[in-house]
Structures are given as C-alpha cells and as structure tokens.
C-alpha cells in the first residue's frame, strides 16, 4: 500500500518541476520574512534547481545566534506548536510549525509508517519519548493520520512497556533501535517472550544502527524493522523513511530537498558518492530552512525504486561527521564498529566506546559484553575465563580487520554497559 498514490510515485520530471516551483517559492518566502535570509540572499534569484547550489549553507550554530525564534518566518501566535531538540551542551534548538506544517508532518509521517506495513486500524506502540523530542508527537500524529490506534507509552519505564506490549499486543513498536532492543532483552531475561508478542512491523530511528541491529531487532521481535530519518530542524521524523524494498530511505523530496556535499569544501557530489546531507525545506512555513548541513553522512539515489516510489533514496545514516573518531589517524564512525561487534552471536548488541585523550595520542577501548548463553556456559563471569579470553582475541581480530586499527578490547561483566531509554549514547571521553 501507498498512502499518497499520486505524491510518491510521481514520474521524475514532473516531481522536479514540482520541486522548483517550491523552491522558488521558499526563497522568496524565507527572504520576505526573515531578516537573517534577507541579507544573506539578497538579490540571489533561483530560476533553475542548479541555482539552489548558490544558495548559502544555514548551520546548526546559525540556529543557535538566532535562539529562540529569530528565524521563525511568521508571528508566534500564527505558531501551532514548539519542539526543541536537547542539544548535549548550552541552548537546545528551537522549532516551530504552523497548523500547515503540523499537516505536512502528518502526511511525511503517514506515508512513513504505511511504507513499513502500518494499516488503519492498527495499534502502534510509541516508545519515543513524547514532549519537546520530536520522535513521540510525530509518530502520535502521523499514526492518527492513518486512522491507527495510539498507544503513547513514551520512554523509560521498561517494566511499563512489557505490561503493554503483553496484554495490549500491538501490531506495530516506534522507538529508538537501542531501547526497543533494551525492552526485548530485558522481557527475555525475565521470562517473556518478545518474539511472540504479536508485532508485524517495527519503525526505528533517531540514531544511527546497522544492518546487524536490523537483524539483532528482528530476530529479538520476530518481525521486520525499517528504518525512519529526521530531524527536528526540517519537521522531525519523517524526511525519509524505508520501503518493503529496503533498499534506502525514500525521502519525501516533494517537501525536503536533498543535496550530498564534500563537508570539508562544501562542493555538491554526485548521486552515490558518500558526504554530508543538505535539505531545504520546500513547504514549510514557520521554520524555513534553505540548505541546512545536517552533519549526517550518507548517499542519494534517484534511481526509481521497485516498490513504485519514485523519489530520491538516501543510503542509511553512517552517523553525523562530528561523531567522526580519529584514533592515530584511522577515521572511524561509532556504526563502523557497531557493525563488526553485531556479527558475533556470543556478545549482547550493546557496546561503548571509551576515547582515552589524556594521554598525547588518542586511544580507543571498545567495551563489550558476553551474551548470556555464554556466561552460562563458563558458569558465571570471570573476565580470564578461557572463552571469554579468547572472545576477546576474536572480537580485537575483527575489529583490527574491519579498521585497520588495532584497539583495545575488554570483555564487561553482564550489565555493565549502560542501556538507552532513548538515544544511545555510545562514545564516552576521557580528558
Ligand atoms: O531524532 C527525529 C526522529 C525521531 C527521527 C524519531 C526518527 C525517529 P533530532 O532529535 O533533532 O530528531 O535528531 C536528529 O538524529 O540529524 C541524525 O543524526 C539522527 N538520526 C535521526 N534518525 C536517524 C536514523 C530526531 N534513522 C538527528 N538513522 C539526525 C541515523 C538518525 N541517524
């Protein structure tokens, strides 16, 4: 099923004719009413797409200068609502949507879930976190949109959730791919059984995960799990999302438009080469964003999909450049070893790495925990156990193999490393 037949399968040129016709329109309506896109694009006229290339970056920071709302296009009582993303340090960023953009939302959000299975009538269990986070309100919204049924459990309280998931048996689960497989692990170990719960679909995101997440979520609740992008700048969750297909996220480019650049010289690559995803948004009203650097890495592909749809795909997030590592000169994204450790069936899909910079060189130590099954076997944890010492020369092998770095490995007691309630926090720095 598609939700919006004639949007996401529109034939290429007609979509790109769509897109300018938008775009020239979110220029000028930028430019006429926010004094920060007024100077900086005065006199800068978009008669073709391309021109969109000469278009200034808008950055995070730029959002940051303008806190709280100075580059809000209208009143803030033409405002429905604000969301705000929590930002680790300072400020949080501040977002705002007219009742037109809360519709475009719910359209992004509707065509998102019914592309991973989700049908009216359905019950969805929420387990992003609701409030100023935009994960909890966009899925509430957009599953309404459908015509599903909400359960808006939120986040935390993990004991919450197997009640619920137990006697409501949901058809579908949204959360963030670390606490849904916390929620699983943990109704396993006391007794339940989190693959026959009943679930047909899982929407996950607002974070980076790897196929070997895709696979430890859908063998953990026996159903397939897609993946969802966004962020709060452009709407929230929604700007792309997977199809049955899986083959890269269908962004809604009627809405967003999409650009890949080189981060470090700001030049736009080519479909398929790897870099920093830009998106201007085409309808929106409150918060316009005219090429925003989302820091997030990835690739586009226009090529039509199997499933229909015919709008650009991004490959999945590796992660955002700044969470790039550079560890005695090897780069490296936390996903890159997320990947590594999830093709070993004796340790838990949970991981932290712990950057050392007190010393002159950077060190990194990946930490890691053995599956229970495994801790059974040895009976019981004891770090110089035999398998687990020679666990960990297996998982210090591929990560050297997989990197071209070699770094430390230390196999954790069971629990040690911290479980997410929310987005996984998986660097830790020592200064
Ligand atoms: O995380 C919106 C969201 C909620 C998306 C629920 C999907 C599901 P922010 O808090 O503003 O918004 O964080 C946005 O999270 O720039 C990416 O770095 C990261 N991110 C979001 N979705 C994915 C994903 C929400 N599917 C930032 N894969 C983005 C990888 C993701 N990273």
Request: with cysteine; glycine share 10%; aromatic share 6%.
């Amino acid at each position: 099923m598609i939700w919006n037949r004639d949007a996401e399968t529109a034939p290429r040129a007609e979509r790109e004719s769509l897109q300018l016709r938008r775009l020239q329109a979110a220029v000028e309506w930028a430019t006429d009413r926010v004094p920060f896109y007024r100077e900086r694009l005065a006199g800068t006229a978009v008669s073709r797409r391309e021109d969109l290339r000469r278009l200034p970056f808008t950055t995070k920071p730029d959002l940051r200068d303008q806190y709280p709302f100075g580059l809000f296009a209208v009143p803030l009582s033409e405002l429905a609502r604000i969301h705000a993303s929590s930002g680790t340090r300072g400020k949080p960023t501040v977002v705002g949507y007219t009742a037109a953009d809360l519709d475009v939302w719910r359209e992004v959000m509707a065509r998102a879930m019914v592309a991973a299975g989700a049908r009216p009538g359905d019950l969805l269990h929420i387990a992003f976190g609701y409030g100023l986070f935009t994960g909890g309100l966009g899925f509430h919204d957009g599953a309404e949109r459908i015509g599903m049924t909400v359960v808006p459990a939120s986040s935390g309280n993990t004991a919450r959730h197997h009640l619920l998931l137990q006697d409501f048996r949901p058809a579908g689960i949204a959360g963030t791919p670390s606490f849904a497989l916390h929620i699983a692990e943990s109704l396993r170990e006391q007794g339940g059984k989190p693959d026959a719960l009943g679930l047909r679909y899982g929407m996950f995101g607002a974070e980076p995960w790897t196929e070997g997440m895709r696979a430890a979520l859908e063998r953990a609740f026996g159903c397939p799990a897609f993946d969802i992008y966004g962020l709060s700048e452009i709407i929230g969750p929604g700007v792309a999302a997977e199809c049955e297909a899986r083959e890269g996220l269908h962004i809604a480019d009627d809405h967003f438009l999409p650009e890949v650049i080189d981060p470090a010289s700001g030049e736009a690559l080519p479909d398929g080469r790897e870099g920093e995803l830009v998106l201007t948004t085409l309808t929106k009203r409150a918060l316009p964003m005219l090429r925003y650097r989302t820091g997030d890495v990835t690739a586009l592909d226009l090529a039509p999909c199997r499933c229909g749809r015919t709008s650009a795909r991004m490959a999945r997030v590796k992660g955002r450049a700044d969470d790039m590592l550079i560890i005695r000169g090897v780069n490296l994204y936390p996903s890159e070893v997320e990947r590594t450790l999830l093709t070993l069936e004796d340790l838990v899909p949970h991981y932290q790495l712990v950057v050392d910079r007190t010393g002159t060189l950077a060190r990194l130590e990946v930490q890691v925990e053995p599956a229970p099954a495994l801790v059974e076997r040895c009976g019981g944890f004891a770090a110089d156990h035999p398998a687990l010492v020679a666990l960990r020369t297996e998982v210090a092998g591929r990560l050297r193999a997989a990197l071209g770095l070699t770094v430390e490995t230390s196999i954790v007691a069971p629990r040690t490393i911290p479980r997410s309630e929310g987005k996984a926090v998986r660097v830790v720095e020592r200064r």
